[in-house]
């Protein structure tokens, strides 16, 4: 019997809900969505958010953003002559600090944020004895910073996202494929998005229902190309 065809699916238009509403809550990052949303009450200037890559530390950047008008600048951007920028704004976000920061600018960002009394971010995957950090003092500023940590989404968590997931791309799945899903794919939300954006394109190709089936062929390949 030959295979029903196949048609090529258009990448159409979504946009993924990133706002503070939208931010689903779960015990892997309930302290650190508290911690943000008492901005700008905060136990010291600084704030250091670590977690690992797919934890959703971006969507809360982004919540926190829409929240408070931060101004968010990634780490390797940052330079002494968008420090002054930078202030304007209620607050600052420096995101993904393991990548490498220059040192003078931070120290610079950190002591002229105290001096105006406004509150800074930084997110990375690791903290900041990892950074080779070479001025003393900035270390020393790190140190006396608020950590908190976002660890990988469990189950309940993990469901909620992809559920979401799906909603944005105006998509309703069966809570049974759902779960499939859930006990089988790795505990990451940045891979919950690479799979659902799959089995997206295959159901559009094949013109066929997302199914059980469907959806551990698609997240096979998904897992071949991490």
Same mark, same amino acid.
């Given at each position: 019997m030959a295979e029903p065809p196949r048609q090529l699916p258009l990448e159409l238009p979504h946009e993924a809900a990133l706002t503070r509403d939208d931010y689903l809550v779960g015990v892997s990052n309930k302290a650190a969505f508290e911690l943000l949303s008492r901005w700008p009450d905060w136990p010291s200037p600084v704030v250091v958010l670590a977690g690992p890559v797919g934890s959703g530390k971006t969507h809360l950047v982004r919540a926190f953003q829409d929240e408070s008008g931060a101004a968010v600048i990634s780490a390797r951007e940052l330079a002494a002559d968008?420090?002054?920028?930078?202030?304007?704004?209620?607050a600052a976000v420096i995101e993904d600090t393991h990548l490498g920061v220059n040192d003078t600018a931070l120290f610079h960002l950190l002591n002229a944020s105290?001096?105006?009394?406004?509150?800074?971010?930084?997110?990375?995957?690791? *903290?900041?004895?990892? *950074?080779?950090i070479t001025l003393p003092d900035l270390m020393s500023r790190l140190r006396a910073a608020t950590p908190v940590e976002i660890l990988e989404p469990d189950?309940?968590?993990?469901?909620?996202?992809?559920?979401?997931?799906?909603?944005?791309?105006?998509?309703?799945?069966d809570i049974g494929v759902v779960d499939y899903l859930v006990v089988r794919m790795e505990r990451s939300l940045e891979v919950a998005m690479q799979a659902v954006q799959a089995i997206d394109r295959e159901a559009l190709a094949g013109r066929v229902k997302i199914t059980k089936p469907l959806v551990g062929r698609v997240l096979e390949n998904v897992h071949k190309g991490q």
């Open positions: 968008v420090v002054e920028d930078l202030l304007v704004a209620p105290r001096q105006a009394g406004k509150k800074v971010l930084i997110t990375s995957r690791t *903290w900041p004895a990892s *950074w080779k189950d309940d968590l993990l469901r909620r996202v992809l559920v979401k997931l799906f909603a944005d791309r105006q998509i309703s799945v």
